[in-house]
């Protein structure tokens, strides 16, 4: 990792999406763990205020049953009224929020009334509970909608009846008990929603008794053919999210039918409640896991910056290590590990292999002629020489030491070693870097050529040596010339030397 800087960027990457992979699962429980409280505390909500509603109407039933069992015992109406008041009526009949307890006639005329011993002028006729019993004989228990009292002024009240009959089964009245719907909305005042919850009492029809949070102009309204409401009949009882039609929060609903009324109850909370807690947790935890992740990364850049200069160093090191400094060529060193592979390879492969050894003539004289800052100069310009002839990749071009230079040219045979060869040397002399002590008058080199291809050597120093010995005896023949191993007892024999123009 340590020699790529690039892979301490991407394992950062890698490691900041594990821990943001993992914040968000741990968010997405706590956000189901919110939901999951939400649905518990409608539930139980709910599941009080079913119970508490369903015992007072069972109650109130009873006493409305009480009383048409009361009727048809013989005698009963001719007791004195005070007597028949206490038969007829129990005390259920004044609790708080019950309104007046009556017996109607066929007409719908009062005959009994808990609140007086002389029943008060009320005629129910056109009451919806009178109605209906009236039309049917097998309505049972019936809940009437809203409807605001004649008499007492009490508020919005419902009606809870029943039917009486004669003994041939006609119609013989109705037996008619109120509640005043200030008992729903005590009850649901009483339960926690948070801010934006809702709670709703509706007939089975889609009446509208009592919503929470509490406004008279609903009261009564029909929400029949809303999204919810379908919802509500489709099943006795379920759970689910849902928009509301008169004030358009969204809520997760808890609805159930209360018993054996025609009652439907939904308890709701606002999503915003629901995940008003999670919200504000989750902002703290993601803020601190992208702080976290942006400081990984950043961490990450920086110290892949600092491996890449490091690199960049070691490289500049190696580079430096490997170079010579005057002439930007290999040095020494790099030559001779090169040259030991490539001679390696050359045994492995049987292809040939050749060098080159060079050396500036009379650059002793140069030196002392023209200074040292000349001879470098001058040694600068063969290397730029050497360096512009030897271009294959696999070709290595060195100063071997001093004013000499090597060249190390694999799967080259000696003609063509020589006519690389000649290549430098012509570009040396076509610098025409003055030089009075030479007999050319300009600077010049001599080279010394040894190949595998015209001669089998036992190893690679002999190689070496070979290529040394073709240059000493070029520079003994005159200097400015290019010499290949084996040498001719003759230096002038043809094919050996290269004369300055051929």
């Excluded at 003994?476 to 040498?487: F, S």
Aim: hydrophobic letters at 45%.
């Amino acid at each position: 990792m340590t020699r790529r800087p690039n892979a301490v960027i991407v394992i950062s990457i890698a490691l900041s999406a594990a821990i943001l992979a993992i914040a968000i699962w741990v968010l997405a429980q706590m956000r189901a763990d919110a939901l999951r409280r939400a649905q518990d505390s409608a539930g139980n909500v709910s599941l009080l205020v079913q119970r508490d509603v369903a015992r007072n109407l069972e109650l109130y039933d009873l006493s409305l049953r009480a009383v048409s069992a009361g009727l048809n015992q013989p005698g009963v109406m001719d007791l004195p009224p005070a007597l028949r008041q206490m038969v007829l009526f129990d005390g259920s009949a004044s609790a708080q929020d019950l309104g007046s307890m009556l017996v109607l006639d066929e007409a719908g005329h009062a005959i009994l009334d808990s609140q007086s011993l002389t029943p008060r002028q009320i005629n129910a006729a056109d009451r919806d509970y009178f109605l209906v019993h009236r039309n049917s004989p097998n309505v049972g228990l019936y809940v009437s909608r809203p409807f605001m009292p004649r008499l007492t002024g009490a508020g919005p009240t419902i009606a809870l009846s029943r039917r009486l009959s004669h003994p041939d089964g006609s119609f013989a009245g109705v037996v008619v008990g109120t509640l005043r719907l200030t008992y729903f909305q005590r009850l649901f005042a009483g339960m926690n929603l948070g801010s934006g919850g809702s709670m709703a009492l509706m007939l089975a029809d889609g009446a509208m008794l009592m919503r929470r949070p509490y406004d008279p102009k609903i009261i009564g309204i029909n929400l029949t053919g809303t999204a919810n409401y379908t919802r509500f009949t489709q099943q006795d009882s379920g759970e689910f999210f849902g928009t509301a039609a008169i004030d358009g929060v969204e809520r997760w609903y808890t609805f159930c039918h209360i018993g054996r009324f025609p009652l439907l109850l939904d308890v709701a909370i606002s999503t915003r409640d629901i995940y008003a807690g999670w919200r504000h947790r989750a902002w703290i935890i993601g803020s601190m896991i992208a702080a976290l992740d942006i400081a990984i990364i950043a961490l990450a850049v920086l110290l892949s910056q600092q491996l890449r200069r490091r690199l960049q160093m070691e490289e500049a090191l190696r580079v430096l290590a490997r170079t010579d400094g005057l002439t930007g060529l290999n040095n020494r060193r790099t030559f001779e590990e090169q040259a030991e592979q490539a001679w390696l390879a050359m045994l492995r492969s049987g292809r040939p292999l050749s060098m080159l050894l060079i050396d500036v003539d009379n650059f002793k004289g140069f030196n002392d002629l023209y200074g040292h800052s000349a001879g470098d100069d001058a040694l600068v310009a063969v290397a730029r020489c050497i360096d512009g002839n030897v271009r294959r990749p696999d070709d290595v071009a060195a100063r071997y030491g001093g004013e000499e230079f090597a060249v190390l040219l694999p799967d080259t045979d000696g003609i063509g070693a020589v006519q690389i060869a000649e290549q430098i040397r012509a570009a040396v002399q076509a610098l025409q870097v003055r030089h009075v002590s030479s007999a050319h008058h300009v600077l010049t080199i001599s080279i010394g050529i040894a190949s595998t291809a015209n001669h089998r050597f036992s190893a690679y120093r002999a190689f070496v040596n070979a290529a040394d010995s073709a240059l000493y005896h070029a520079k003994d023949a005159g200097r400015n010339r290019i010499l290949c191993y084996p040498v001719a007892e003759r230096a002038d024999e043809p094919g050996m030397v290269i004369q300055p123009g051929h």
